[in-house]
């Protein structure tokens, strides 16, 4: 699952595709492995954590979240990451997942 509550955070797991034509992100996809993913697309260079911060940039906006609430966990050099959300998990968990429904 791309989304996860988890005891005292919210595990979001990611594809990162740095330098991208456009700034965009996806519904989660699942990969042959079975695992899932969301996609997410930034202009950004993946070059002194500039991709990163667009990445925090992008899920913010898209899911209207305070960007000092989102944090790369796991994966800073990495196309895969985990993204943490560490405030107000319950709301923020059953907003995560009408998204969700709502791209698929």
Known sequence: MAISLLDDYISVAIKAYPASKI???MKPIVNDAGESY???YTTK???KGKANKAIINLLSEEWGLPKNSIH????EAS???MIKITSHINERFAL???WVKENN
């Open 79 to 81: 196309r895969f990451k």
């Open 45 to 47: 260079a993946a070059e």
């Open 23 to 25: 700034n965009r992100v």
């Open 96 to 98: 995560l997942q009408n």
């Open 38 to 40: 969301i996609h997410v």
């Open 72 to 75: 790369v966990a796991r994966g």
